[in-house]
């Protein structure tokens, strides 16, 4: 067996197979894998669109609600945008379990990832089930 490294795709080759068979079979899985990277690219602006809608969408909502809807839209206009989708989510009870723990903590602690994962306070009833760090146990 050989090992062929060319075009970034390790592949080991058989001494009885055509080199340059597989070195086409590499260039179109790659051709393959730039049109997939492409359909990925796409489908993120979609979805980018989609939620920028969403978030639209809500304050509309909010502006044309009384005065509990301009006092949650004052809120919400403090909520860093990066997490301004999941709240909507959370708060139509559309954002799966972990997810809206994992907002609530983050809310909790200023809007800090760092700090929701360091948490201390242990009388907290979510306490268990906090984001953490990858080094916690």
């Not at 978030?55 to 945008?81: D, M, Q, T």
């Not at 994962?117 to 979510?126: D, P, Q």
């Amino acid at each position: 067996m050989i090992l062929n490294r060319s075009y970034g795709v390790n592949v080991y080759i058989d001494k009885g197979r055509n080199l340059e068979g597989l070195k086409t079979e590499i260039r179109a899985m790659n051709e393959k894998l730039k049109i997939d990277k492409n359909e990925m690219a796409k489908i993120r602006e979609i979805k980018k669109a989609e939620r920028k809608s969403c978030i639209e969408s809500y304050v509309a909502e909010l502006e044309r609600s009384g005065k509990k809807g301009l006092e949650l839209l004052r809120f919400f206009k403090n909520i860093p945008s990066t997490y301004k989708y999941n709240w909507i989510l959370a708060r139509r009870g559309k954002l799966s379990k972990t997810k809206a723990v994992k907002l609530h903590c983050i809310e909790c602690s200023g809007w800090s990832l760092r700090e929701a994962s360091e948490c201390v306070v242990n009388t907290c009833a979510l306490y268990n089930h906090r984001p953490r760090s990858r080094n916690e146990d």
